[in-house]
């Protein structure tokens, strides 16, 4: 693989060939979309192309000849999630049932990548309305992951993923309501970051306003760092957004772990299912702690059972998709999201705020577990990446069986948390691990993830050889 080919390097390296004038932002767009056009056809990754990247890769590119960079990021593509509003494109949620109006303006997330320069190449596809991990939807069908066509790129953040493992840019924005950045992130060998909960301001909310996260996916935990510092600025219009002072999340992400507590977690209020793989994966990035000088035990927080938390918030959310969609275009909707807003989403009101109060249970479960423990070491998928033509079947019980049983657990308790690749199977593919942190703590994830990959060196994903393999076995 070319690693002197602009679409495969890092934001920051491509930063600082900019600013020495060895590269400019139109080549790097150009390198990229020579790979979006030999890719995509097979990949999906896009629900829309940006035809004005072009002209603001030149704009930016402008700016860096007069030494006038914008902001941090001006000149790197990066890509936006079909969840979230990007001005002039529609945001169709994956669904046949959406408006297909263009919206007039960005989300905060989005935003915050354009004031800092980021050239937008367009949006990424993602499940229906965010609902699931395999990487399909009713809209634009099935995307394929760059380390193997057969695999799916996860979800719900399908695109996303796909779009990073396959070099069409270094940033993508994802979104987490249970595992969304995380999972896709794992199956495709990259760093998926979920923020502290109103970390980075979201606006219009979704139905799963009060435990989702809009978060960076890109190839290198530094490069998670540099894109959370745009994303996460102070926007009025979410009521949830912290108000802290922007600040550069890279600093202090080189410190390691020495002397830092960390707690390897195997059970979240349930035992989630881990194949034998997964488990040389968890147990390698633990001794690659361990060697940098952190102490590592075995420990449970002692969580009230997630599942049948998590379960609700999930089937209550969907049934508000359900009912807001009009009538007539309710059978256009998906069968597995229908199937599981009618099962627990009618449930009571005094029913649906038990499960709330057992979220907030489990948030100070742990917190308190976080004050003997600086960082969190668990799996991140029970699996390395499933078949991306699988059909959802059961999708309640594949929720915590196949899907996000390692994710959804942070989502509860609003804690920052991040996926590192370890390594990769005996089939090739990526697996990964993820490090949380206390809320607000979201500096001790990043540079915990950052000791793992300093010390493992995954390789990029390789999708002309992927594609050459396909093609031999069909």
């Not at 960005?106 to 499940?127: F, N």
């Not at 069968?335 to 989403?345: I, Q």
Request: proline residues 9%; contains cysteine; glycine residues 8%.
């Amino acid at each position: 693989m070319d690693v002197t080919d602009p679409a495969l390097m890092s934001a920051e390296t491509l930063l600082a060939l900019y600013a020495r004038r060895a590269l400019s932002p139109v080549e790097a767009l150009q390198a990229v979309m020579e790979r979006v056009a030999r890719y995509n056809p097979w990949v999906n990754a896009f629900a829309a192309m940006n035809p004005r990247a072009v002209v603001a890769a030149g704009e930016s590119e402008s700016r860096w000849m007069a030494g006038r960079p914008i902001g941090p990021l001006d000149g790197v593509p990066a890509t936006v999630k079909d969840l979230l509003d990007l001005a002039g494109f529609p945001t169709r949620r994956g669904s046949r049932t959406t408006d297909p109006a263009p919206v007039p303006h960005d989300a905060p997330a989005v935003l915050g990548l354009k004031a800092a320069g980021a050239v937008i190449l367009g949006k990424t596809t993602t499940t229906e309305f965010g609902w699931k991990s395999p990487g399909d939807c009713p809209l634009h069908g099935i995307t394929r992951n760059p380390w193997d066509p057969r695999r799916t790129p996860g979800g719900s953040s399908s695109g996303a993923g796909a779009a990073g493992a396959a070099g069409f840019g270094p940033l993508h924005i994802g979104t987490d309501a249970g595992g969304s950045i995380r999972i896709p992130a794992a199956y495709c060998g990259l760093v998926g970051m979920k923020p502290t909960f109103g970390r980075v301001p979201q606006w219009p909310l979704g139905a799963f306003g009060h435990v989702a996260v809009a978060g960076p996916m890109a190839r290198t935990v530094r490069d998670a760092a540099l894109m959370l510092s745009a994303m996460a600025r102070f926007d009025l219009r979410d009521p949830y957004c912290l108000p802290d002072e922007p600040r550069d999340w890279r600093a202090g992400i080189e410190d390691g772990v020495a002397g830092l507590r960390v707690a390897l977690v195997r059970r979240l209020g349930f035992a989630p299912p881990l194949d034998a793989e997964g488990e040389a994966a968890l147990v390698a990035a633990a001794r690659l702690l361990e060697e940098q000088g952190a102490v590592v035990e075995e420990a449970d927080p002692g969580l009230p059972d997630t599942r049948a938390i998590f379960g609700r918030v999930w089937a209550v959310a969907l049934a508000r998709v359900v009912a807001a969609t009009p009538e007539e275009k309710r059978a256009l909707l998906e069968p597995g999201l229908r199937e599981v807003a009618a099962g627990e989403g009618a449930m009571s009101a005094a029913d649906y705020l038990a499960a709330e109060a057992l979220r907030l249970e489990a948030a100070h479960a742990m917190a308190r577990f976080h004050q003997r423990y600086d960082l969190v070491l668990t799996a991140a998928t029970p699996t390395a990446a499933f078949a991306a033509d699988a059909p959802t079947l059961r999708p309640a019980e594949a929720l915590w069986r196949d899907w996000a049983p390692w994710t959804f657990a942070f989502n509860l308790t609003r804690q920052p948390a991040v996926v590192v690749p370890v390594g990769l199977d005996a089939e090739g593919l990526p697996r990964a691990v993820q490090v949380a942190a206390a809320m607000y703590r979201d500096d001790l994830a990043l540079r915990g993830a950052r000791a793992i990959e300093r010390a493992a060196a995954v390789p990029l994903a390789d999708p002309e050889a992927a594609a050459v393999r396909q093609e031999e076995t069909e």
